[in-house]
């Protein structure tokens, strides 16, 4: 059962968040009455739709697909972008050395990094992963440095002073004042990246929402392009209210 105060703050945040929602499906199902065009299918046809994809199971199949390739694209880009931005925020020789590298990876085009993947690596799993995790790295590296650079080095000598071992120091100390920092990339990057998925799965793969997004759009099936994207993003939003939402509050609960 989630808990309102950490998915809203408060209860009654929670039922303006769900009024809003109402709100939005209204106004969606008055100017789709009004089009009357199936350019513009109304909030009932897209669930009637979203029904029949659930019952073939193609929906199911193909969004866990996309969820997989997020999910490995995301641990290795945190992973490898948190230890490079920590590395940039304590050394001033490596965050002047690869300052150049980061403002290069943060401008170059996300379709670029996709097709010159595509190209060197073929169309395979490692071209989608690699490209996903080229893409968001450097957003992962920006965020976790500007944490590293304002880690309080007072508390670190304390922590010296005490004798605390070296895990310790790490556990309680240093990545307390981190956590911050590395859920907001964690939240803004997780955006990005299945974006990033599938446009990669639109241009070179057989399976995935994105392949099936190009295919629906090859047959104007607007009511099948608006049911999967809204499955797939209420399959996110659900992952960041059950899983991010309460673990920020419960990281950074040392704060309050």
């Known amino acids: 059962m989630f808990d309102l105060k950490v998915l809203s703050g408060s209860p ?25 065009s199936s350019l513009l299918p109304g909030p009932w046809a897209v669930a009637v739709n ?19 390739r997020v999910a490995v694209a995301f641990v290795v880009s945190m992973i490898i972008g948190t230890v490079i931005g920590i590395c940039m925020g304590h050394s001033k020789t490596m965050d002047t050395f690869f300052d150049g590298w980061l403002v290069l990876g943060l401008n170059i085009p996300a379709l670029v990094i996709i097709i010159l993947c595509y190209i060197w690596f073929g169309l395979t799993e490692v071209a989608v992963i690699v490209a996903v995790a080229i893409n968001k790295i450097p957003l992962v590296v920006v965020m976790v440095r500007e944490g590293a650079r304002a880690v309080d080095r007072e508390l670190l000598q304390v922590a010296q002073v005490y004798r605390l071992s070296r895990t310790k120091t790490l556990f309680k100390t240093y990545l307390p004042q981190l956590y911050p920092y590395l859920m907001a990339a964690a939240r803004s990057g997780l955006s990005l990246i299945w974006k990033i998925v599938l446009v990669v799965e639109l241009l070179g793969r057989s399976n995935g929402v994105g392949f099936q997004l190009h295919s629906f759009f090859q047959f104007f099936d607007i009511a099948s392009i608006l049911a999967y994207t809204l499955a797939f993003v209420g399959v996110i939003l659900f992952f960041e209210m059950a899983v991010l939402r309460p673990l920020e509050v419960r990281l950074t609960r040392w704060r309050l």
């Open 50 to 68: 979203m029904v029949a994809h659930l019952r073939e199971g193609d929906i199911v199949y193909h969004t866990g697909i996309t969820l997989a």
């Open 12 to 36: 009654s945040g929670f039922w303006l968040r769900f009024f809003s929602l109402c709100l939005l499906l209204l106004v969606w199902g008055v100017v789709a009455a009004i089009a009357d």
